[in-house]
């Protein structure tokens, strides 16, 4: 969003900041007292310029947003420093001044398509309402026109519809066109795609881009994803725990980060540019052939069996259409491929597109329309409920919400123990020795075992539902995406966590995933899938460096900050 | 939508043959002679008894008595009771009187309930709301024939602001009163209600989002915060009104009211099986009635629900 220049030949008075926050403290009455969420925040945008906060959930980016439009939740508030916009103290300002600032002065996108629309009020009347509130024109005809900016088609009929009827880029879209409805001079857009799939993600941004530097908006972007805010914005600001540890430009902070908290941000980003994690490699088959005589030779290193093979695997849902009539629904069509012992696939595709279909199928949780799962030769659906035991030993799940997955009532002992209670595995002793010899395997203090799962972080969590997948010691983890919750440190930590856990017990990996910059850090082989079919599958290299179908190159082009080139030492 | 309608009345058809059934059988099973009940202390005219049990069908088998009665329904002739009065000019003598006091009751209840939840639901943990949240606990445990007696003496007896008990017009006026006692209970439950609901949709993101777009708070308030805070609320005033109509016993029993929860009380007493079936029949089909509205309340309130099949 390079139009500042254009901006300032524009003749506005580009020599005052538009916003300016200065040794912001922002704290909360809690129950527990006073609480620091922001403490000597400070930033400033010029205007037209786009500058994007990043930082982890918790981190205070989100806070500091809310702050400048006067919008902090109740028992929140500004307990030092100055907001200046446009050269005006808005920190301690009445509600009745941010009333007039709010919508025509500084605009809001906010993150979650889902929850952001009233569910009671058709999308054209949440639009009017802005339009009115502000003073501007409100006919049917500029409301059409406004949603129409924002990459709605059909935009006049489609006011007319309920936020239900919308999908959740074309509610990002109504988002968009609602918070740059009044041409302000200022949008905060929080996260306003993360809740999106990564095409949509491409597009949306895309499209704000070129809305914003038409009007000449200055643009403040909260955003957890390094390479995201490095693409889209002029500055970055990076926060962690309630501070401001680093801004500056943004190639110039992602090549040269100084303070260790983005030095670690960056070099753990998932980007195109980052490898396969080598641990596996390294402690595995190949460093054996390097050894291995005659250099020049490539020795093809004889490929383990296949312990997982899918054949022709479809799943037919049948959809209520009512009085007893139903239409049939393709999620999984006809998809065939094979998963090697001891190494990782990856199923990728974005919501939708059957993945977890089939992962609960492998899983054994759903019976297939018809195909086949061959697992270590045997027929799955041919298993009696003894053998379906005996199967669940061997396959375990990590899925994709350590906060859902876990039971809140059970301890992590209980929870890590429960599988091998199950399975009638050892005594009382051995079980407690096993459970404690797991949790040292994810690296979680024996302490965590008397604690309960609300008392861990997200990532901690994640380590207990990986440490009790491998409980029973299986062959195959099914990670139903198992990162995608997390933040982009601890996803790294993990990740590697997993890959260290392969090349030490020889475990195979099915990993469910709409992430390719995950793919690119995790898996041997790759399977695209789009609408139910598999389009594409080979070797993660293979696929990344020349993809054959357009959908995989629309999808690694949607990466963000795919385009960013990066030094290979940071990367 | 007329589809699903269509299919919500016929669904009231074995609704109501399995009560009429029910109450009926009920009815029929309560001990004592309810002919010789009707002689008081006198002695029993064995001539006039027989023929009086021809007459109610008394002498028949239960479900003969139960198959006449279906078709006294249908042919629209509910019969007499027992003081030789048409059902059917019972039935419509006592119902206006209760629906009034329902409808007054609820009212009462919907406005104050819903202006009280949500005045403390947007000052949560301020004075107003801590006091109305211990007043509304108060009324919700106290019995409503003692909050009943109470108010009796104090607002119509002592105080004279209100008429203590009811005229056999029943006028608006005279019902007053007892509206405001059948009405007590619910009032608290639906400031409560309010109150909840006000809460968890203040903190919803559309709401922050509303703010954000630079509408006034009184509009934020009215909008997006009380229409979206309505739908559990509406939902239960709904359902409500069946209960009103049939739970006004007591109130109606403490003001003298001349309605349904009188006439109801002095049938089974008497053993009057013809008069409290059709009764409890209006009732039942009052209550399945009051159901399909606020189903389709709900459906008004909330675009999300369809009623598709």
């Known amino acids: ?571 | 939508m007329a589809t699903y309608i269509l299919k919500r009345f016929l669904q009231l058809i074995p609704v109501f043959l399995g009560a009429t059934l029910l109450v009926y059988f009920l009815v029929f099973s309560l001990p004592g002679d309810p002919i010789a009940a009707l002689f008081g202390d006198k002695p029993v005219n064995e001539a006039v008894a027989a023929k009086l049990r021809v007459q109610y069908h008394l002498d028949q088998p239960f479900f003969m008595q139960y198959l006449l009665y279906l078709k006294s329904i249908f042919t629209f002739d509910l019969g007499q009771d027992f003081s030789g009065r048409p059902i059917a000019a019972v039935l419509a003598e006592v119902f206006p009187v209760t629906a009034r006091l329902a409808v007054m009751a609820l009212i009462f209840e919907a406005v104050f309930g819903i202006v009280f939840g949500l005045i403390a639901g947007l000052r949560k943990g301020r004075f107003f709301d801590a006091t109305v949240l211990v007043a509304s606990l108060v009324v919700i445990s106290i019995p409503i024939f003692v909050l009943g007696f109470l108010l009796q003496f104090t607002i119509g007896v002592q105080l004279g602001w209100a008429k203590p008990t009811v005229s056999s017009a029943a006028t608006v006026q005279d019902l007053i009163l007892p509206a405001i006692v059948l009405g007590l209970a619910s009032f608290a439950y639906v400031l409560r209600l309010t109150r909840t609901s006000v809460l968890e949709n203040m903190n919803a993101d559309y709401v922050r989002t509303a703010s954000a777009k630079g509408l006034s708070r009184f509009r934020v308030v009215r909008v997006h915060i009380l229409r979206n805070s309505l739908i559990p609320v509406i939902t239960f005033l709904g359902a409500d009104l069946g209960t009103l109509m049939g739970g006004a016993i007591v109130t109606e029993g403490i003001f003298n009211v001349p309605g349904v929860g009188n006439r109801l009380y002095r049938a089974v007493l008497t053993g009057e099986g013809p008069t409290v079936v059709s009764i409890v029949t209006v009732l039942v089909l009052i209550y399945c009635l009051s159901n399909l509205l606020v189903d389709l309340l709900y459906a008004w309130l909330d675009p999300r629900i369809r009623y598709d099949a």
């Not at chain 1, 058709?122 to 409100?138: C, Y």
């Not at chain 1, 695997?313 to 393709?330: E, I, M, P």
């Open chain 1, 1 to 571: 969003m390079n139009t500042s220049v254009e901006i300032l030949e524009a003749g506005y008075d580009a020599e005052r900041p538009l916003l300016e926050i200065q040794d912001l403290a922002i704290s909360f009455a809690t129950s527990n007292g006073e609480v620091q969420a922001v403490r000597n925040a400070h930033l400033t945008i010029m205007p037209g310029e786009t500058v994007a906060i990043v930082g982890e959930s918790g981190s205070g980016k989100s806070t500091t947003a809310l702050a400048a439009i006067g919008l902090l939740p109740g028992n929140g508030r500004v307990s030092a420093g100055r907001i200046l916009f446009d050269g005006e103290d808005i920190s301690n300002a009445g509600e009745k001044r941010m009333i007039e600032l709010r919508g025509n002065s500084i605009g809001m996108v906010p993150q979650d398509p889902m929850s952001n629309l009233n569910p009671v009020w058709k999308i054209g009347f949440q639009v009017r309402e802005t339009l009115k509130a502000n003073g501007l024109p409100s006919g049917p005809g500029d409301v059409a026109k406004v949603l129409s900016e924002a990459g709605l088609p059909d935009a006049a009929r489609r006011a007319k519809q309920y936020p239900h009827e919308f999908s959740g880029g074309m509610r990002q879209r109504a988002l968009i066109a609602i918070g740059l409805s009044c041409q302000p001079r200022l949008l905060i857009a929080d996260e306003p795609t993360s809740a999106l799939d990564v095409t949509v993600q491409r597009q949306i941004l895309d499209h704000l881009d070129k809305m914003t530097s038409e009007l000449g908006t200055a643009v403040l972007l909260i955003t957890h994803d390094l390479g995201l805010a490095a693409e889209r914005a002029d500055k970055v600001v990076v926060m962690y725990r309630g501070q401001v540890v680093e801004s500056g430009p943004s190639l110039e902070l992602l090549q040269n980060p100084r303070h260790p908290y983005t030095q670690r941000l960056v070099a753990s980003a998932p980007s195109l540019a980052s490898r396969r994690i080598q641990v596996a490699k390294e402690l595995g088959v190949e460093s054996d052939e390097l050894l291995a005589p005659g250099e020049d030779v490539v020795v093809e290193p004889a490929l383990p069996e296949e312990v997982l093979q899918i054949e022709n695997l479809s799943k037919v849902f049948k959809l209520r259409s009512g009085f007893g009539r139903s239409t049939d629904f393709t999620a999984v069509d006809d998809v065939s491929f094979g998963v090697r012992r001891g190494t990782t696939t990856a199923i990728v595709g974005e919501s939708g597109s059957g993945k977890s279909t089939v992962a609960q199928m492998v899983l054994n949780l759903l019976a297939p329309t018809s195909g086949k799962i061959i697992f270590d030769g045997v027929d799955t659906s041919t298993l009696n409920t003894k053998q379906i035991f005996a199967f669940r030993r061997r396959v375990q799940p990590i899925f994709q919400d350590p906060y859902g997955s876990l039971d809140p009532m059970y301890n992590i002992f209980r929870t890590i123990e429960e599988p091998l209670r199950t399975h009638r595995i050892g005594d009382k002793a051995s079980r407690e020795k096993k459970v404690r010899e797991l949790l040292d395997q994810v690296a979680l203090p024996q302490s965590a075992m008397q604690r309960y799962p609300n008392e861990l972080s997200g990532g901690q969590r994640q380590r207990v539902a990986i440490a009790r997948a491998l409980a029973l010691d299986p062959e195959v983890i099914i990670c139903d995406e198992a990162v995608s919750a997390l933040d982009v440190l601890v996803q790294a930590q993990v990740l590697n966590l997993l890959a260290e856990l392969q090349s030490r017990l020889g475990l195979t990996y099915l990993f469910i995933t709409h992430d390719l910059a995950v793919v690119r850090q995790i898996a041997d082989h790759v399977c695209v899938m789009e609408k139910g079919k598999l389009v594409e599958t080979g070797s993660t290299d293979d696929v990344f460096d020349s993809p054959q179908r357009d959908y995989t190159k629309a999808l690694l082009n949607a990466i963000p900050g795919a385009r960013l080139m990066l030094p290979p030492e940071v990367a």
